[in-house]
């Protein structure tokens, strides 16, 4: 895979998809920061129906810290893990409160020093709420990278330094939500949609598959 490559395969990405974001539903980076916390091994649509009644009158630091994890948790029950996830987002809630003013840190060390975040959850939410040129490897991308050969690498953090050494600048921003898209319904596990893809006379994956 070379730089010429690499640099057609998102611009061609980016022809199909100008301007791509989460498809979880938030007004706020601290709604996002809640809902990105919740997402973890759970579906974003799962998210979305349990973020939707919550946000809907608790969506503040200081709202959800009041609610309490035994009344957050029934908005959140229908999510995997819940129960500790309504503990760290409570605590969460406390530290933004008491620290930081309310305010989600745009900082990386403050954003996973919260309970519920690490690396990939900050990288989430300095890209997507502040607009860093951050990658947040989850296993859509991990796949993507790794089948395509636009970055490969054995581990998570491996395909991130990679992606962001490779990725051209014009394309850092947005990267992070064109290759989970194109991992959630394009480049998908089983059994790749290849025929119906944008880049796959550009990819290096030896056993394509038809449409």
């Given at each position: 895979?070379?730089?010429?490559?690499?640099?057609?395969?998102?611009?061609?990405?980016?022809?199909?998809?100008?301007?791509?974001?989460?498809?979880?539903?938030?007004?706020?980076?601290f709604e996002l920061?809640?809902?990105?916390?919740?997402?973890?091994?759970?579906t974003d649509v799962?998210?979305?129906?349990?973020?939707?009644?919550?946000?809907?009158?608790?969506?503040?630091?200081?709202?959800?810290?009041?609610?309490?994890?035994?009344?957050?948790?029934?908005?959140?029950?229908?999510?995997?893990?819940?129960?500790?996830?309504?503990?760290?987002?409570?605590?969460?809630?406390?530290?933004?409160?008491?620290?930081?003013?309310?305010?989600?840190?745009?900082?990386?060390?403050?954003?996973?020093?919260?309970?519920?975040?690490?690396?990939?959850?900050?990288?989430?939410?300095?890209?997507?709420?502040?607009?860093?040129?951050?990658?947040?490897?989850?296993?859509?991308?991990?796949?993507?990278?790794?089948?395509?050969?636009?970055?490969?690498?054995?581990?998570?953090?491996?395909?991130?330094?990679?992606?962001?050494?490779?990725?051209?600048?014009?394309?850092?921003?947005?990267?992070?939500?064109?290759?989970?898209?194109?991992?959630r319904y394009t480049?998908?596990?089983?059994?790749?949609?290849?025929?119906?893809?944008?880049?796959?006379?550009?990819?290096?994956?030896?056993?394509?598959?038809?449409?």
């Amino acid at each position: 895979m070379n730089k010429d490559k690499r640099a057609e395969i998102f611009a061609r990405l980016r022809e199909a998809n100008p301007k791509p974001t989460t498809e979880l539903e938030y007004a706020s980076p601290f709604e996002l920061l809640i809902a990105v916390i919740l997402s973890a091994q759970a579906t974003d649509v799962s998210v979305n129906k349990a973020t939707k009644p919550l946000f809907a009158r608790y969506n503040t630091p200081a709202a959800i810290r009041r609610l309490g994890v035994e009344k957050l948790k029934g908005y959140i029950k229908t999510i995997g893990l819940f129960n500790t996830k309504a503990e760290n987002v409570v605590k969460t809630c406390a530290i933004l409160m008491d620290e930081h003013g309310g305010e989600v840190p745009e900082d990386r060390a403050a954003l996973e020093a919260l309970p519920g975040v690490g690396r990939k959850t900050a990288n989430v939410i300095l890209n997507t709420a502040f607009g860093h040129p951050t990658i947040a490897v989850d296993t859509h991308i991990f796949r993507v990278s790794n089948r395509t050969k636009v970055a490969p690498g054995k581990t998570v953090r491996q395909v991130e330094d990679k992606l962001l050494k490779v990725v051209p600048d014009e394309y850092k921003v947005d990267a992070h939500h064109w290759l989970i898209l194109h991992g959630r319904y394009t480049c998908v596990a089983r059994k790749p949609r290849c025929g119906s893809c944008v880049i796959e006379d550009l990819c290096e994956y030896r056993d394509k598959t038809e449409p």
